[in-house]
């Protein structure tokens, strides 16, 4: 058995204009080891889910800023549900009042972090969670 | 039905999460890879398989995307492997070929997957091959190859392709040093993207002198196209290249030479890893090693005795991807 590499999709769902979030994101997963598969700017919760499965990544990452993941979020995992992929961590991550977050894990988001988190938080919480 | 052919049944009926995973087992190295790579390969050999290989940033995801639209209209399905360079630091990967390829993503007659060397050298990733098969058997008619190369270290995506498309873009600096590096010798095709920008023609004119200057081909003249891919201008035209230089390889017998000769290297590649795989097994689990390097130090033995020895006990050969 080679070594086993985690790899992680960070997508961007919705209208967001930029994107340095994700990309420090993606960076801190690259620098802990992690294969991450980046896609770009406004990705629709189609693209992200057959993407995720293309890649068969270990993790997925939503990332947003525009304050529609109330419904881009579940609209993903709900794709992800149709098409059987059932061993992939998705997380959140972006602008995210608390409040919207028990709504969030209730549609399989398992993690939010809003910004100022540490990203060495992040990577613990992957490998210490990935579902395969 | 055993796993491996699990894997195989379900991805020639098209079922894109199983040509996903059977990657994945492939690129983790799975104890069970083999038996279905050995599995697979009757049912490969039908799609066309395309190298795209230039410097970075050069445009080979974006030239892939349109390429692939191109394709798609004309009713073909299309696999992409894009690989990226691993880190050789932390071992991780930033894999980006995607974002020139976005619309892609949800046409069900499109496969991509990305993939990290993984301390690789040449451009390639040790599952790249497998990949590429398991896009053929998934019933792609073209898989595209996307690699990062500029010079000669950097070339094994030739032993692996049918044809090997090299882009390059003006403004370089230095193009003839560019040229001088190797890459006369792996492009079938020159593609000169970005032509938007000054000194494409200049970058034509030298490579057809190049060429000349070459003077023999063992196939077809590679020609030289100009493009520019994020504008789509160009892509039919090259895209009407590499479609007549595939018709024309396979009409004179050089598609068949080509892949009896990529499956020589194949061959050669996979007895060198199971060999180096078999030794380091047996010296690590008899502690032979150890015991054969105290016996030459008292000067009871040399090096080439003691390598005979520990060779002969092999009895069988463990393969490794
Ligand atoms: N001006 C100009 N820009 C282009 C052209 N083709 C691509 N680009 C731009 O060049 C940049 C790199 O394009 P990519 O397609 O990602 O290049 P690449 O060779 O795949 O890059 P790597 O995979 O990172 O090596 C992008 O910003 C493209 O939009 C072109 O013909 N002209
Ligand atoms: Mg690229």
Redesign the interface.
């Known amino acids: 058995m080679l070594e086993r590499k985690i790899r992680v999709l960070v997508a961007k769902p919705g209208l967001d204009g930029h994107d340095r979030g994700a990309k420090v994101i993606g960076r801190a997963l690259r620098d802990a080891g992690m294969e991450v598969v980046y896609t770009g700017l406004r990705q629709t919760p189609e693209q992200i889910a057959a993407t995720t499965l293309q890649e068969d990544v270990d993790v997925l990452c939503l990332s947003i800023l525009s304050g529609a993941h109330n419904t881009l979020f579940p609209r993903v995992t709900a794709l992800l549900k149709e098409n059987d992929v059932d061993d992939v961590l998705v997380i959140g991550g972006g602008v995210i009042p608390d409040e919207d977050i028990p709504f969030l894990k209730d549609h399989g988001i398992e993690a939010v972090f809003t910004p100022g988190t540490n990203t060495e938080d992040v990577v613990s919480f992957i490998k210490t969670n990935l579902k395969r | 039905m055993s796993k491996a052919d699990d894997y195989v049944a379900g991805i020639i009926a098209g079922k894109?999460?199983i040509a996903?995973?059977a990657?994945?087992l492939v690129e983790?190295?799975?104890?069970s890879a083999i038996e279905f790579l050995k599995a697979l390969y009757p049912h490969t050999g039908k799609a066309r398989i395309v190298g795209i290989t230039g410097p970075p940033g050069a445009g080979k995801s974006t030239l892939t995307d349109k390429l692939a639209k191109l394709l798609r209209k004309k009713g073909k399905r299309v696999g992409i492997v894009a690989v990226d360079p691993?880190?050789p630091f932390?071992?991780?990967?930033?894999?980006?070929d995607?974002?020139r390829m976005?619309e892609l993503?949800?046409d069900p007659g499109v496969?991509?997957?990305?993939?990290?060397t993984?301390g690789q050298l040449g451009g390639l990733a040790?599952s790249t091959h497998s990949a590429v098969r398991v896009l053929d058997a998934y019933g792609s008619d073209f898989v595209f190859i996307e690699t990062v190369g500029v010079g000669q270290s950097e070339v094994d995506i030739v032993q692996l392709a049918d044809i090997v498309l090299l882009v390059t873009i003006p403004g370089m600096g230095d193009d003839i040093q560019v040229i001088k590096a190797g890459i006369l010798e792996i492009g079938d095709i020159f593609c000169i993207n970005k032509a938007d920008m000054d000194g494409a023609n200049r970058l034509a004119a030298e490579l057809e002198m190049m060429l000349d200057l070459k003077g023999h081909f063992e196939g077809l003249r590679p020609p030289v196209v100009k493009t520019v891919a994020s504008e789509d201008k160009g892509t039919a035209e090259l895209l009407e290249s590499l479609l007549f230089h595939l018709a024309e390889d396979e009409n004179s017998g050089r598609l068949a030479e080509r892949r009896e000769k990529n499956l020589k290297t194949e061959m050669l590649r996979i007895m060198a890893k199971a060999l180096e795989n078999t030794v380091s097994r047996l010296t690590e689990q008899t502690g032979a090693l150890e015991n054969y390097s105290r016996q030459i130090m008292q000067g009871a033995l040399d090096p080439f005795s003691a390598s005979e020895k520990m060779l002969a006990q092999i009895n069988n050969i463990q393969f490794r991807?």
């Open positions: 894109a999460r996903a995973k990657i994945s983790n190295g799975d104890s691993t880190s932390t071992g991780g990967a930033i894999l980006g995607r974002i976005q993503a949800t496969f991509i997957r990305s993939m990290g993984r040790r991807l």
